[in-house]
């Protein structure tokens, strides 16, 4: 993966944060596990945050070993090959809380690693 790769997958997760967090905003616990379709969307947003957490490459995850790089690809995996015994609970909680934290650490390493404005853009 080239280094551009690695800002273009950050920034892809920052707002995959932002749509779980717009998500969960839009609802409450009793609609999100009434609602199969709501529960698939949470599904589906925590899968592709952990398949972009899988593309970033070692050394970059290494470096910042303050996230559970590890934790939030396992449950894309967990997800991905159970797909019949999610715990929504895990789900909510990704939505609800992680999310936000998730975006908030990965805005921090942005700075650090990619100051300025993103690959292939001006300023």
């Keep these: 993966m080239s280094v551009r790769d690695a800002d273009l997958t950050l920034r892809q997760i920052v707002e995959l944060c932002d749509k779980a967090v ?62 019949d015994r999610v715990d929504y609970d895990v789900i909510w909680g990704v939505l609800d809380v992680e999310a936000a934290r ?4 990965v805005l921090a390493i942005l700075a650090k690693e990619f100051p300025g404005p993103p690959a292939g853009q001006a300023n």
């Design 22 to 83: 717009e998500l969960r905003n839009s609802m409450t616990w009793e609609e999100f596990r009434g609602d199969w379709r709501k529960q698939m969307l949470g599904e589906r947003l925590v899968e592709i945050l952990g398949e972009a957490v899988k593309r970033l490459p070692n050394e970059l995850r290494d470096r910042h070993p303050q996230l559970p790089w590890d934790k939030i690809a396992g449950t894309r995996d967990y997800i991905a090959h159970g797909y």
């Design 102 to 105: 998730l975006k908030a650490s």
